[in-house]
Nanobody, 121 residues
């Protein structure tokens, strides 16, 4: 069973940066990619960024050029570097493990507790 622990969220002002971390533990099966999702208040969860084992990354249009996903296999950690934060980035952020079917990412690890990011003006 995989356990995911997100951290690094907080309250920041617009334009500032944050780095989220996701510690992965447990037995990992049937996963060759990782992804970060976010859920703004009152809205549905959305996929923000993904990274494959080969390092291929993909981003939602809303964060492209501002966010960067990376991983440290030795530390079993996935990161999300967030720059130039905007009010619209306010959300609970969650990491997942999963697989790709074609260009579509399918999470299969379950969900951690998430970490809250709040951007103020």
């Amino acid at each position: 069973q995989v356990r995911l622990m997100e951290s690094g969220g907080g309250l920041v002002q617009a334009g500032e940066s944050l780095t989220l971390s996701c510690g992965v533990s447990g037995t990992i099966t049937a996963a060759n990619a990782a992804g970060w999702y976010r859920q703004p208040p009152g809205k549905q969860r959305e996929l923000v960024a993904t990274i494959t084992l080969t390092g291929r990354t993909n981003y939602a249009d809303s964060v492209k050029g501002r966010f960067s996903i990376s991983r440290d296999s030795a530390e079993n950690t996935v990161y999300l570097q967030m720059n130039s934060l905007q009010l619209e980035d306010t959300a609970a952020y969650y990491c997942t493990l999963g697989t790709f079917s074609g260009d579509k990412y399918h999470p299969n690890s379950g969900w951690g507790q998430g970490t809250q990011v709040t951007v103020s003006s």
